[in-house]
């Protein structure tokens, strides 16, 4: 029987192990020596401005994107009661790409596309709620996700048909994710902006459990549900609205990760929680490593990636779920 302790224990492990190949393997593969000599003066400096430029801030802006997408998907799960619910799936992403595509074709500043990526997954979020909340029903609230993510799919395709020439590598680009563009002081700033979400929704772990058991059920227990589930929502997309913004829209991380943990460890958020952000920081590292090196010129967009080997491992896990 898995325990919280040997689930951080293990996560930790294969954590460490994927950022250490992450940092040792690409176009040139490194020694662990080099790697260590790039933290100290004696490195060369090509190799540390590899390190420190290309390849760590790389690492840990995969390690911010899997740990918030998984970690994301398994809270709007066991919030609208729903396994096939994620961030991506109910338009939140979504939202986020079309602000991010706008600030782009506006020849807004990196941070002015960033901040519309932040306000469209926002916005979307709001519109979800309006249209749904009222009636208190968590199949509408997944069934208007999924319409504004339809929508937002219409617009993008949209706003990439008016962009210019030289406008649609960049904005395609992003849109297929992009985990190399940040430094490594903002990849960290990105660490520490997400750390309080993450440590709250890792401990919201028994208030998931009570959520997954009905609403009515949440309020004989002595739980606000209707408030609890408007903050972890927000949370929730406040967060990955954030991530979109900086790396694009990646989708199945969501999905793939809470699934496999839960039929590895069983349905006790308060272990699948910290799983998730471990595993689910590994899961998007093994991505963007086969981005990086599977070519044998140039790199792959990790979205592409993630898609490739989510939606089979989706379609494998769903199956061994229903035989079980």
């Known amino acids: 029987m898995m325990t919280l302790p040997r689930i951080l224990c293990a996560g930790t492990v294969v954590l460490v192990v994927t950022m250490a190949a992450g940092l040792l393997l690409g176009s040139t593969p490194l020694s662990a020596g080099a790697i260590f000599a790039a933290f100290t003066s004696d490195g060369d400096i090509g190799t540390r401005a590899v390190i420190l430029g290309?390849?760590?801030?790389?690492?840990?802006?995969?390690?911010?994107?899997?740990?918030?997408?998984?970690?994301g998907g398994l809270c709007f799960q066991n919030v609208l009661r729903n396994p096939l619910a994620e961030p991506y799936?109910?338009?939140?992403?979504?939202?986020?790409?079309?602000?991010?595509?706008?600030?782009?074709?506006?020849?807004?500043s990196v941070f002015g596309s960033h901040l519309a990526a932040f306000c469209g997954g926002m916005l979307t979020l709001v519109l979800i709620l309006r249209m749904a909340?009222?009636?208190?029903?968590e199949m509408g609230l997944l069934l208007s996700g999924v319409m504004l993510n339809a929508f937002c799919g219409a617009v993008i395709l949209f706003l990439i048909a008016l962009a210019k020439p030289f406008e649609i590598g960049t904005i395609m680009f992003w849109f297929m994710g992009n985990l190399g563009g940040p430094s490594l002081e903002k990849a960290l700033t990105y660490t520490v902006f997400l750390l309080p979400g993450i440590c709250f929704l890792m401990l919201s772990g028994h208030i998931m459990n009570i959520l997954v058991l009905g609403r009515d059920a949440a309020v004989t227990l002595g739980l606000p549900a209707e408030k609890v589930m408007y903050l972890l929502l927000a949370v929730t997309s406040l967060m990955v609205s954030a991530l979109v913004a900086a790396v694009g829209p990646l989708g199945f991380v969501g999905l793939v990760v809470p699934q496999a943990l839960r039929l590895a460890l069983g349905a006790d958020n308060r272990l699948l929680a910290p799983g998730c952000v471990l595993f689910g920081a590994s899961f998007v590292?093994?991505?963007?490593?086969?981005?990086?090196?599977?070519?044998?010129?140039?790199?792959?967009?990790?979205?592409?990636?993630?898609?490739?080997?989510?939606?089979?491992?989706?379609?494998?896990?769903?199956?061994?779920?229903?035989?079980?």
């Open 89 to 108: 799936i109910l338009g939140v992403s979504g939202g986020s790409a079309v602000g991010g595509i706008l600030g782009i074709l506006l020849g807004w």
């Open 133 to 137: 909340w009222p009636h208190r029903d």
């Open 54 to 71: 290309v390849r760590l801030p790389r690492v840990i802006m995969a390690a911010n994107t899997g740990a918030v997408l998984a970690l």
């Open 285 to 324: 590292i093994v991505c963007d490593l086969l981005a990086r090196t599977l070519p044998p010129e140039g790199e792959l967009p990790v979205g592409v990636l993630t898609a490739l080997i989510g939606a089979p491992v989706f379609i494998l896990l769903q199956r061994r779920g229903s035989e079980v």
